[in-house]
């Protein structure tokens, strides 16, 4: 940084301001100290203009663990946070530790070019996603110089797995035999809680005058005050409770239990079914009796209502119910 000065000269009015430029001294003679005051600032910011307005460079290690800072700072969720450094740590591997005036467009490319045989594409956009978060904010730290692009890459949109009805009935059919396995299936199909909330549910959660339950998600840290729930799952809950220890408080005393769930699965005839297409179900559900994707989206606590319509929502149902409206029989007969 090039110092800039001011300074008072004897016998001599007014006020000097004083700097090196190119191995030189130099000065500039103002009438007040307020004006050689202003003057210095101005000039100082001209000669430390790369600093200001450039890039600075910094080692990988410095730019990783002031981002992991601030992510934490920004209260970002312990998985999430493990997410972002795996993302950096497999870049770290495959292109070394670049310092800030390394990381290029060309870099990058390479990275997504080397790391595409290793992974499925859905994996490689996580990773993208993270490594753009990244490199946004060492562009807005002046570590970059903010002209990368990142974009992830085309994939192809998997069908979303729910159930029907006939199929919801067989499986709490078959998970009769295990209560608390049945009363997870209920909560995730009539809530469309995730199953890590639904296993930190506690009974004073419960609010069975409103039919309503307190929720907060681990994931995405929002929380929902009075979740509505139906009167019949509702009913269900209650009578689940009463048959519970006293003084016990968490809704569920034993942990998921896996072989369970595949079993209730294979009894069920759903094979490959995963506890997640009880969420989806939840969502597709809605859909196809018209409730809007807002609701469904606040329902869920998704951030955007393309995921809701894209990843949750299967509208199969809705798009044959809405070819059958067509007056095919007028065009034939």
């Known amino acids: 940084m090039k110092k800039v000065w001011i300074y008072k000269r004897k016998n001599i009015k007014g006020w000097w301001c004083g700097w090196y430029e190119s191995g030189k001294r130099k000065s500039k003679a103002l009438p007040s100290k307020e004006l050689a005051e202003h003057y210095r600032h101005i000039k100082y910011t001209q000669l430390n203009s790369d600093v200001f307005t450039g890039t600075i460079t910094v080692g990988w290690e410095q730019m990783v663990s002031e981002y992991i800072e601030a992510k934490k700072i920004q209260g970002v969720t312990e998985g999430t946070l493990y997410e972002h450094a795996l993302s950096l740590r497999n870049f770290e591997r495959l292109m070394g530790k670049c310092n800030s005036k390394q990381i290029t467009q060309n870099v990058i490319d390479n990275f997504i070019h080397q790391r595409s045989p290793e992974i499925k594409r859905a994996t490689l956009n996580k990773d993208l996603r993270n490594l753009k978060t990244f490199t946004n904010w060492c562009s807005k730290n002046r570590y970059l110089n903010g002209t990368l692009e990142i974009k992830e890459l085309k994939i192809e949109e998997r069908p979303v797995r729910s159930l029907n009805v006939s199929q919801i009935k067989k499986l709490l059919a078959s998970a009769k035999q295990y209560p608390s396995m049945k009363m997870r299936i209920l909560l995730a199909l009539g809530t469309g809680l995730r199953r890590g909330d639904i296993e930190s549910l506690k009974i004073n959660d419960i609010d069975f005058e409103r039919n309503s339950i307190a929720t907060t998600s681990k994931k995405t840290r929002k929380s929902m005050a ?50 997640h297409d009880l969420r989806k179900t939840f969502c597709s559900l809605l859909a196809q009796n018209g409730v809007s994707t807002a609701v469904t989206q606040r329902l869920l606590e998704h951030s955007s209502p393309n995921l809701t319509n894209k990843v949750y929502t299967n509208v199969d149902p809705v798009l044959r119910t809405a070819v059958s409206q067509l007056s095919v029989r007028d065009w034939l007969y």
Do not use: H
């Open 226 to 275: 009075s979740r509505p729930v139906s009167a019949e799952v509702m009913a269900e809950i209650s009578e689940y409770v009463c048959s519970l220890d006293v003084g016990q408080a968490r809704l569920f005393k034993t942990k998921f239990n896996y072989r369970k769930w595949r079993r209730i699965c294979k009894k069920a005839g759903l094979v490959d079914l995963k506890f």
